[in-house]
Structures are given as structure tokens and as C-alpha cells.
């Protein structure tokens, strides 16, 4: 049986008569703007849309001609203080057009100022009133973040890009720093976003972490639009854990960012906040022992100069001591010899003899002088601390930088300064060996 039926033309063109019988002038419309535009051409192409209980109930595309943007966007700003963009309500003026290819669209040639907040910027300064009233504001302030964030809780959607992104960049870091992460779900935009948020919040504040991170990458106004929640704001304000927000884009500033403990502008920028703590944290270490290595070496090196100086000292000493005591040696033996021979020229055998013996005991005394001469430096080099170290013994140095004598004063993992003959190491304490407290410890050393 043939079917009575139009073409698609004849149908877009009756329904285009039927809005133009049924709008056949401007009117006024109450929207939400909820995608704006602004192209380079001049126009500004935008979505009005009307949603009840967080959900998009109606949506149409609009367009306001390049010869009437600026001046309504300015002629808006100047009366109400505040920028024409997305998430705002407004009152515009339309003219309803319809066509057989796009369907809809609004050409706005007007807007009322008296609309200068929206409703859902009046809820949300409603909201932050409320917020402030109460004392939230500041509440996760006054929380202490680790210097060094290890444990961390993740609240987002498993599927979220932006969650994907901050996981990869944190946890594959060519650094290879090694984070604890766990994921809480919640919903991320909708009507019901709120209180899974809420929920899984409450869920991670059981948990033992540093931080809870609540993230969500890019989207419209109205997507966002959760994260204003009165309620959720409460829940973040009041957690006993910092919580610090990652939401949107760098243009996006939510209630959520406002009393949290902290927030950043995107998912990526987050993992580069914990990044950068490590980061500081092993250059600060790596500065520390610089500073502890070449404090080390100037000790040593200060304590050969000083030895080098008192056996330069003590060696000059004994020259002189050895001079003086030759020319005693000299005169007291020249003396004796011309007595001798004065007073006993008559007996020049005896005073001969009597000469020779003398003599050999001025070279014995002299002999021996020397050899104890000798045997002072011979002691003095032997216990210069290289020749020590030389022989296979090292100086050990503490955490004070000075000499160990005994490991009573020494602790397992304390860092040490072993000086050898030729160079010197630091070394880490593994174990302690004591006569006095363990006998039945064999020292492996």
C-alpha cells in the first residue's frame, strides 16, 4: 500500500514557515551561556542552554554578528563589572532563525545588564558567602603538607584523560622517584557528581596518605559547574588530610580550588608539584655531602700541615742541640789537651797516653751523642701519621669530623672518613663491634 509521505525539503521548509508564522520578530530569551567563541573574523559564535538539577534540559546554537559583538560585550562589562563568558545567565534579544542544513540558530542583537551575575553565579556567590560565614575557607590551610609526599590518594574517574596523564607524568618520571597511588572513583560531572565526590572523599580521609588529590582534566562550564557545590565544598574544607584541587583548564577558578589546601591549574601541573619536592630534596643532599666531602678534605689536610710543621720544628730543634753540643765537645777537649801538656811536659808519655785516652773518650761520647740523635728522628718519622698509614693503618673520622678512638661513640648508619696513605673514602656503618658487649660477635674486619 503506497505511504503518503513529504520530501525532506518540503519538511524543513514547512517547519521553517512554522517559525517564522510563530516568531515572526525578536524575543527576548533567558538562557545560560555555556560555550563562547569569540572568533578572529569578528563574530562570536556561542551555545545558550537551560538545565534543572545539574542536567542540560535544553540547548541551541547562537551568534552574535561582528557588528554588534564589541559593543555588546563591552556596553555588558561596563554596566555589570563582570566579564561576558561562559557560565553566566543572561537575558539576549533573538531573532529565530531557521535552515533546511544547521536547523536553529539565535542571532543576538541585545542583552539586558540586569542579569549581571547568572543564576549560577548567584548560587555560587551565595556559596562562597556561606562558605566564609562558617570558617571553611581556611580550614585545609592550616593542615601541614610533607615536605616529601609519598603516600597519595587519587580522586577522580578511572576513564578521566586528565587522570591518565598526571599517572603517566608522576609515576614514569626519568628521575625514577617512586610514589604510593590510589585511585578513589567518583563521578566527575553531572548531576550526581557531588555527592560521589563527597563519598569517595570520605572513603579516602580513612585511609594513612599524605594527600588526597582531586583532579579532572578540561570541559564546558556546565561540566565543571560540580565542582561549585556548597556541600563539597564543606566536605573538602573539613577533611582531616590536605586535599589539593587540579580542575579544568588555566582559565577555571571553582569553589573546590578555594578551600582546598592548595590547588594547580591542570592534572600535569600536579605531578610536577611532588616532582619538584624530590627534586629539591636530592639537590639540598647532594649540596649537604659536597659541603661534608670537602669539609673532610681541608681537616686532613690542615692536620699534615700541622704535623709537617712540628717535624720541621722538632728536627731544627735537634740540629741545633747536636751543634751546640759538638763546639762544647771542641772547646772542652781543647782546653784539656793544652792543661795537659802544660803541666806535664816532663812526662810527655804519660801525658801522650793520658791525650789518647781522652781523647777516645771525647769520640765515644760524641759517637753516642749521635746515635741518640739517631734514634730521636728515627722515633719522630715513625710516628709521623703517614708513615703510620703507610704501614696499613687508616684514620677513621666521625660525623663530628673527629678522630675516632673506640666505637662506643659509634652508631649503625652513621657516615665515617677513612684516610689511607694515599687518598681517603666515606663510608656508611653496617655494624658495630664491641669487646665490651659482644663477645660472641666474630668482627668480620
Request: charged content about 25%; hydrophobic content about 45%.
Amino acid at each position: 500500500m503506497a505511504r503518503d509521505y513529504l520530501e525532506l525539503a518540503e519538511l524543513q521548509a514547512r517547519i521553517k514557515e512554522g517559525i517564522e508564522d510563530a516568531f515572526p520578530g525578536k524575543v527576548w530569551v533567558k538562557a545560560e551561556i555555556s560555550s563562547w567563541s569569540p572568533r578572529a573574523n569578528g563574530h562570536c559564535y556561542l551555545s545558550l542552554s537551560q538545565s534543572r538539577g545539574g542536567k542540560v534540559t535544553a540547548e541551541s546554537r547562537a551568534m552574535i554578528w561582528k557588528w554588534n559583538f564589541l559593543q555588546l560585550k563591552t556596553f555588558f562589562e561596563e554596566t555589570t563589572g563582570q566579564v561576558l563568558q561562559a557560565g553566566i545567565t543572561v537575558l539576549v534579544r533573538v531573532q529565530v532563525s531557521f535552515s533546511e542544513l544547521y536547523g536553529i540558530s539565535l542571532f543576538i542583537d541585545d542583552i539586558d545588564p540586569a542579569f549581571t551575575l547568572g543564576e549560577k553565579a548567584l548560587e555560587r556567590k551565595r556559596a562562597i558567602e556561606r562558605l566564609t560565614a562558617g570558617g571553611y575557607m581556611d580550614m585545609q590551610k592550616e593542615l601541614a603538607l610533607p615536605a616529601l609526599p609519598y603516600r597519595l590518594a587519587v580522586v577522580t574517574s578511572r576513564t578521566a584523560a586528565g587522570y591518565g596523564d598526571f599517572r603517566r607524568h608522576l609515576m614514569e618520571n626519568p628521575e625514577g622517584y617512586v610514589f604510593r597511588l590510589d585511585l578513589y572513583e567518583a563521578l566527575m560531572q553531572g548531576e550526581g557528581a557531588p555527592s560521589s565526590i563527597i563519598a569517595a572523599l570520605a572513603e579516602a580521609s580513612e585511609g594513612s596518605y599524605d594527600a588526597i588529590l582531586l583532579l579532572r582534566g578540561g570541559g564546558s562550564e556546565l561540566d565543571l559547574a560540580c565542582f561549585d557545590d556548597y556541600d563539597l565544598a564543606v566536605a573538602i574544607a573539613t577533611c582531616g588530610i590536605p586535599v589539593i584541587t587540579a580542575i579544568g583548564h588555566d582559565r577555571n577558578y571553582h569553589i573546590a580550588d578555594m578551600v582546598a589546601h592548595a590547588f594547580v591549574k591542570t592534572p600535569t601541573a600536579l605531578a610536577d608539584l611532588f616532582l619538584e619536592a624530590y627534586e629539591a630534596e636530592d639537590a639540598a643532599l647532594d649540596a649537604l655531602q659536597r659541603r661534608i666531602a670537602g669539609g673532610l678534605m681541608e681537616k686532613t689536610a690542615s692536620a699534615l700541615r700541622q704535623t709537617d710543621a712540628v717535624r720541621a720544628r722538632i728536627r731544627m730543634g735537634w740540629l741545633r742541640r747536636l751543634g751546640m753540643v759538638e763546639n762544647d765537645l771542641q772547646r772542652c777537649s781543647g782546653r784539656i789537651m793544652k792543661g795537659l801538656l802544660r803541666k806535664y811536659t816532663d812526662v810527655a808519655r804519660l801525658s801522650e797516653a793520658v791525650g789518647r785516652r781522652l781523647q777516645f773518650a771525647a769520640g765515644a761520647r760524641y759517637s753516642a751523642e749521635v746515635s741518640r740523635l739517631a734514634l730521636k728522628e728515627a722515633l719522630i718519622k715513625a710516628s709521623d701519621p703517614r708513615n703510620i698509614l703507610g704501614l696499613g693503618y687508616v684514620l677513621v673520622t666521625g660525623k663530628d669530623n673527629k678522630v675516632l678512638k673506640t666505637v662506643d661513640k659509634v652508631a649503625v648508619g652513621d657516615r665515617i672518613g677513612v684516610r689511607f696513605s694515599d687518598g681517603s673514602l666515606l663510608a656508611s656503618v653496617d655494624e658495630v663491634f664491641s669487646e665490651k658487649l659482644d663477645n660472641d660477635k666474630v668482627n668480620i674486619a
